[in-house]
């Protein structure tokens, strides 16, 4: 039900250009999708899951072809223009930031090499203020291993996952390794969708962004059977991107 009210409510705002109602539609999807992730597997057939994803996601590249946005996703940490943090899509494949032009208003941005959809709150808040509260830990400026042993810890109580490995190779690279995850609709995803659609790598990743204080997106993405291998490219603070 929260699903087709908020493809309804998406596709209002979109004729209308009314914002909040595409935030709200965008919004109300994932809180259908965060309820059913959220269930105990045996209450609900896995089949059932795996379709609303795979129909969530169909939606989502019909969404991002119809406003053209061939950028990966841009994981924005929390700060004083979007207190909870958001997500950012380009319309190019490299693109310029600029946080001081950001508000939970905005939607679409059309400036050129700054050009792309901002979706804030992130589409999965709910389930990442979750991970917070099972965790008892906000993560802000955290240490990067002490947040992916909690989040790790978190999600593998939920019974989604095995464990999170993370290691960081550099100054600006991090490599995260999701081990045995349990929501097959996650592993069957394209690779470029599943770091915005699956509700585990994303919400992992946006905890990630609030850890550094920095700005983060998806170099590569690489499954091997029920693991997901995923190379992280820090982009820089809040500061470096405000103008």
Known sequence: IFIAIGIYLIYIGIVYNIISYINLGISGIFIGLMIITFIPSNLIDINLYDSTVHSFSMFFETFKNNLNLKGNGVYIPPYTNLPK?????????????????????????????????????????????????????????????????????????????????????????IKLTIEDIKLKSCLNLDVKTSGIICPIISSTLHIIAKSLNQLITIKEIEKKGNCVEITIVKLGTIDEHIW
């Open 85 to 173: 943090g958001g997500l950012f899509i380009s319309s190019d494949k490299y693109c310029n930031i600029h946080l001081g032009n950001f508000d939970e208003e905005t939607f679409k941005i059309n400036y050129g090499n700054e050009s792309g959809v901002l979706i804030a709150p992130p589409l999965n808040y709910s389930f990442i203020k979750e991970i917070e509260k099972y965790s008892n830990m906000d993560f802000s400026n955290s240490d990067i291993y002490t947040t992916i042993s909690a989040v790790s810890s978190t999600l593998k109580a939920y019974g989604l996952i095995d464990t999170i490995e993370c290691e960081e190779i550099d100054d600006n690279i």
